[in-house]
């Protein structure tokens, strides 16, 4: 089977799962606590007002009609309107917004922690049951057992107050102003703007962040890796490559790298996948404003429209990285064909 059929199979394959998530996305919403029609209302208001406000939301219409016009607005790419975030703005244009600003955090922190996670994990491979391997263990430990709210608390106070080297919260300093909106991409804009303190003031106020979310990625990126490569090391070509006397190195590095990259490729991926998603506790600790921010004040103030936006687009981007990553496959171990 070529490639292009696969990929064309996978995504009618993804349909059902998009239909199924978009359905229990409705149901649950609507089973939330709370009404969504007090959000769009002062704190005085008259019965009059809150009925019109429930029939301006369309809350009057019976829920299978409500269920289709959700469906037929999710697909022509009418997401609503917020009633919490800028009210009365679209839905699109707060996840627009919100969106570039966890993108930047996400894949700087997914490239730091890649990096780093899988020399770790090979590191500690190489030397099993020695030092460096209980070094690097410990610390994957404490990395996937530390929450994620206390480590940013902890570099807030070090960092942000104690030392008063790094900014503690927000993504830029108060009044400093903006560059021009070209890419809705922060840092790429002030690059293209020539505005460089913008730059460096934006990358100052996401290292904390940065940091706190690459230190958890790194920890599980470093057991998966770990536990590959001493799958890979247990095969019997290793043995022969050793029996042969290639060099530990070439072993290494020649034949055993690049097949124990697989599952920890699926880690690295479905880690991106979150982050993208929004990293709500890391925004909220770090107070960035972006899209996990924003879908906790979705779920907070039950504001439909915005909260089905982000879970349509949290479902995409799973979808597109699943995708890659079985396109990747491919790549990286001849076996597979499609």
């Known amino acids: 089977m070529s490639m292009i ?44 007002q809150y009925l019109a406000a429930r029939e301006a939301l369309g809350l009057n219409e019976p829920l299978l009609n409500q269920y289709f016009d959700y469906l037929s607005r999710v697909f022509t790419g009418d997401w609503g309107q917020t009633y919490t975030i800028a009210k009365g703005r679209p839905v699109w244009d707060i996840i627009w917004l919100r969106f570039p600003r966890t993108f930047d955090i996400a894949i700087f922190s997914i490239i730091i922690a890649s990096i780093i996670g899988l020399k770790t994990g090979v590191i500690a491979a190489k030397h099993r049951n020695k030092f460096r391997d209980t070094f690097f263990r ?18 807030q106070f070090l960092f942000g107050y104690y030392f008063d080297i790094l900014p503690a919260v927000g993504y830029k300093t108060s009044g400093i102003g903006d560059p021009p909106v070209i890419t809705y991409l922060r840092l790429i804009d002030c690059f293209i703007s020539g505005q460089w303190y913008l730059a460096l003031d ?31 090391l247990e095969q019997d070509y290793i043995r022969t490559a050793r029996a042969k006397g290639a060099k530990e190195k070439d072993v290494i590095n020649t034949h055993a790298r690049k097949n124990a990259l697989i599952p920890s490729v699926t880690i690295i991926g479905l880690n991106f996948g979150g982050l993208l998603a929004g990293a709500i506790l890391t925004e909220t600790t770090f107070n960035l404003h972006g899209l996990g921010d924003a879908l906790l004040v979705a779920i907070r103030y039950t ?36």
């Open 138 to 155: 410990g610390l994957a430990l404490i990395g996937v057992s530390i929450p994620v709210f206390w480590l940013g608390l902890i570099l």
């Open 5 to 48: 059929k696969y990929i064309f199979r996978r995504i009618l394959a993804a349909l059902p799962v998009l239909f199924g998530v978009l359905t229990l996305t409705f149901i649950l919403s609507r089973l939330m606590p709370g009404d969504p029609v007090l959000a769009t209302l002062p704190e005085r208001f008259t019965t009059e």
């Open 303 to 338: 504001d439909y429209w915005l909260l089905n936006g982000i879970v349509f687009l949290i479902t995409i981007i799973f979808i597109l990285i699943n995708l890659m990553l079985d396109v990747l496959y491919a790549f990286l171990d001849p076996r597979i064909r499609y």
């Open 202 to 232: 934006y990358l100052e106020h996401l290292i904390l962040p940065i940091f706190c979310l690459s230190f958890i990625t790194i920890a599980s990126i470093t057991r998966q890796a770990r536990s590959s490569m001493l799958e890979v």
